[in-house]
Nanobody, 125 residues
């Protein structure tokens, strides 16, 4: 499984970005895909994930109401729409995959098997 994250950039507070995670798998709907982020000097944090089986989604509290994760199985792509960005959202964002149900904590980095390279999101005026 190969994952390719893209869409990062520099944006002002209150702005928006859309991250994309392209997966080279034939059955994306068999995997849970998550977005993680890591700010300088901080641990990697689970931001959001989406189930392959039923499309259920989870969000860390700090992004609820601002971020939306979605999946396009036909394009093997998972999107993260990030609105009303704040300076504390600044981080390198990674997408990751794990077979559906094969985890204990859907937003724990330790439970994910496959990782893409990061894409940098900088929120600054």
């Amino acid at each position: 499984v190969q994952l390719q994250a893209s869409g990062g950039g520099l944006v002002q507070p209150g702005g928006f970005l859309r991250l994309s995670c392209a997966a080279s798998v034939l059955t994306l709907d068999s995997y849970t895909i998550a977005w993680f982020r890591q700010a300088p000097g901080k641990e990697r944090e689970g931001v959001s994930c989406i189930s392959g089986k039923d499309g259920s989604t989870y969000y860390v509290d700090s992004v609820k109401g601002r971020f939306t994760i979605s999946r396009d199985n036909a394009k093997n792509t998972v999107l993260l729409q990030m609105n009303n960005l704040k300076s504390e959202d600044t981080a390198v964002y990674y997408c990751a995959a794990v077979p559906d149900g094969d985890y204990n904590n859907a937003l724990s980095a330790y439970d994910y098997d496959y990782w893409g390279q990061g894409t940098l999101v900088t929120v600054s005026s």
